[in-house]
């Protein structure tokens, strides 16, 4: 069965920390690999997707990688911030069938 | 400007009436998706579809049907509602192999 974790559950830090979230997918003939931002009550806002032909992908202050042979995908946010504040969601898309991790909610303390 | 479009956003209803959610995107995107969220569970793909007249089902699809007949729309039909389909459904779209961008959600309770 496909299967997608995430560790940590939650994470709270202090403003300006770099911080690490991590993904990992059971089945690794992944397509691609997506992350997301969900507030609360909100839909999800998609922040980087990686091809599984590519080793990592960066906006902003984001950066993505993601290791098919290994099955994982971390995000790395830099100098973190308040509005950071959300719960994060990685999903593997495997051609049609999309299957998502339990998310990490961050929380970015001032 | 781009975007998902989901109706209605809340809904009460009751045990065994039908409904249906809309879904409709402006991007021509032929791949649509539905979801539902719940705690503890994170999210499940229902039903997707890569065009029109082109629907399978994902890994929840039992208790629930769906159509696309134009490219841009996507209902999901619930013909006999239970309890245990209470919960957050998200429609998604997207070409096929890029970012899925998806709907506000619609809060479904079933009583």
């Known amino acids: 069965k496909q299967e997608v974790t995430q560790i940590p559950a939650a994470l709270s830090v202090p403003e300006g920390e770099n911080l690490v979230l991590n993904c990992s997918f059971t089945?690794?003939?992944?397509?691609?690999l997506q992350w997301f931002r969900q507030d609360p009550g909100k839909g999800l806002t998609s922040l980087l997707l990686?091809?599984?032909?590519?080793r990592e992908q960066t906006s902003g202050r984001l950066n993505a990688s993601l290791d098919k042979s290994s099955g994982r995908s971390t995000l790395y946010i830099a100098a973190s911030q308040p509005g950071d504040s959300a719960t994060y969601l990685c999903a593997a898309d495997y051609g049609q069938n999309f299957v998502f991790g339990p998310g990490t909610r961050l929380s970015v303390l001032p | 400007e781009a975007q998902v479009t989901q109706n209605p956003r809340y809904l009460i209803t009751v045990t065994g009436k039908k409904l249906t959610v809309t879904c409709s995107q402006n991007?021509?995107?032929?791949?649509m998706s539905w979801y539902r969220q719940d705690p503890g569970l994170g999210l499940r793909q229902i039903y997707y579809?890569?065009?029109?007249?082109?629907?399978d089902k994902g890994d929840v699809p039992e208790g629930y049907k769906v159509s696309r007949k134009e490219k841009r729309n996507f209902p999901l039909i619930l013909e006999s509602p239970s309890p245990n389909q209470t919960s957050l459904y998200f429609c998604?779209?997207?070409?096929?192999?890029?970012?899925?961008?998806f709907g506000p959600g619609t809060r479904l309770t079933v009583t």
């Open positions: 990686i091809q599984s032909s590519q």
């Open positions: 998604a779209s997207s070409r096929w192999g890029y970012e899925q961008y």
């Open positions: 579809s890569m065009n029109v007249e082109v629907t």
């Open positions: 089945d690794s003939a992944i397509y691609n």
């Open positions: 991007m021509n995107h032929e791949y």
